[in-house]
């Protein structure tokens, strides 16, 4: 039998990430800490005040706080930057530091602090307020470590020479990480998203691409396009020079063209999400399809009309309607592999039902019985489809 009762674990995690939500704005407010020398605040953040503090270690980030929950954290959300580093040698291993050397991150849980520098040995230096409160405020602390990450492999001594859309890019990359549920929820929205003029990602402010979903989503997938960062974070060169250089296959001689530019970037996008992993449906969609399958269309008293599935068996002996039943199950099968972990107890209670249609040795009582046993499986998806969004809800 194509279809099997048997009953599947879902694994709660992967259910969430599967409706996870795409990079929230950056909330964590960007007051500034006094310059050095300062007299305001500068001893209550000094680097000395450190050895009060909790520390951890990863392999990119030094951080220290005056919270134990905090540094445990926030040194999650830097290991999540790091493999995204480490996932994709292709964009960053010649930029990459030597081990040892790390983004010195102080984390405070007064609000409005942010400050990013460099010390004379070029060692990067962050002081940030953190909120785990919400998933915007984790989102946020992940964009700066992010930032600090990429201003850690940059030669310049400016924050701002960190381009804002890769920064968000690489955030929002080291969210979606390696779990599909974000993949396929990541792709199926950018087939929605719109493409963008290239100059406008590049040029994109933080506060453009924290409010922009759809700029985010380009810049996203403008990162994955580039065969290197090298030439985006070349702070000699204009955006036009750089997206040139970028793409010499487009521009041999080095000079951008508007118009070459967003013909290209429009059919690269759209190449690139076609060609991602389609993977397995969100909930709502293998609903649809599961609901789908249960209507056939048929010709009653000259008119047609919708009926379910168990309407038909008295006429199972019917080729017509065996006919029906029987593309029915090829379309449903083909459907099969990509169902929601949610629906998959529910497609194959039904895929056996319509199996066992056209099985002249099952009796109209057994077939009765197994769409009974569709039905059960079906209410069963819908309610846990509503306790997974509840909670999904409550965790924002």
């Known amino acids: 039998m194509i279809f099997l009762r048997e009953k599947i674990a879902v694994p709660a995690a992967f259910l969430c990430a599967a409706t996870a939500s795409t990079l929230a704005a950056p909330d964590v407010p960007a007051k500034e800490i006094p310059p050095e020398g300062s007299a305001e605040n500068v001893e209550e953040i000094s680097p000395e005040s450190t050895e009060k503090f909790s520390g951890a270690r990863t392999e990119y980030f030094e951080l220290s706080s005056d919270s134990p929950t905090a540094v445990k954290q926030a040194a999650e959300l830097a290991r999540e930057v790091e493999t995204y580093f480490v996932r994709n040698p292709r964009l960053w291993k010649v930029l990459l530091p030597p081990a040892g050397f790390r983004v010195r991150a102080e ?135 750089k997206f040139a250089a970028a793409f010499p296959q487009i521009f041999p001689e080095g000079k951008y063209e508007e118009h070459a530019a967003r013909k290209f970037w429009n059919a690269r996008f759209h190449r690139l999400v076609a060609a991602a992993p389609s993977g ?49 199950l090829s379309e449903f099968s083909a459907h099969f592999r990509k169902v929601n972990p949610v629906w998959h107890n529910a497609f194959a209670e039904y895929g056996l039902f319509l199996e066992m249609f056209g099985n002249p040795d099952v009796d109209n009582e057994t077939l009765a019985a197994q769409w009974d046993k569709a039905v059960l499986a079906r209410n069963d998806a819908l309610t846990l489809s509503r306790d997974l969004r509840r909670a999904l809800d409550s965790a924002k």
Do not use: Y
């Open 280 to 328: 397995i449906d969100l909930p709502e969609e293998s609903q649809r399809v599961f609901d789908n399958a249960l209507l056939f269309l048929i010709e009653k008293d000259g008119d047609e009309a919708r009926v379910l599935a168990s309407d038909l068996v008295e006429f199972r002996l019917n080729e017509d309607i065996r006919r029906l039943v029987s593309e029915k």
């Open 107 to 241: 984390l405070f849980s007064q609000p409005g602090i942010f400050r990013l520098s460099k010390n004379e040995d070029n060692f990067v230096t962050l002081f940030l307020s953190v909120d785990f409160s919400e998933a915007a405020a984790r989102d946020a602390i992940r964009l700066r470590l992010a930032q600090a990450m990429i201003f850690n492999l940059v030669p310049g001594k400016n924050p701002t020479d960190v381009p804002a859309w890769i920064a968000f890019a690489v955030a929002e990359e080291s969210r979606i990480g390696s779990m599909p549920g974000r993949r396929i929820f990541l792709q199926k929205k950018s087939r929605q998203t719109p493409v963008l003029p290239p100059l406008s990602i590049l040029g994109a402010t933080g506060t453009a691409l924290s409010r922009d979903d759809s700029l985010r989503t380009n810049a996203l997938w403008l990162l994955r396009a580039s065969p290197n960062v090298f030439h985006f974070l070349d702070t000699e060169k204009t955006d036009e020079e």
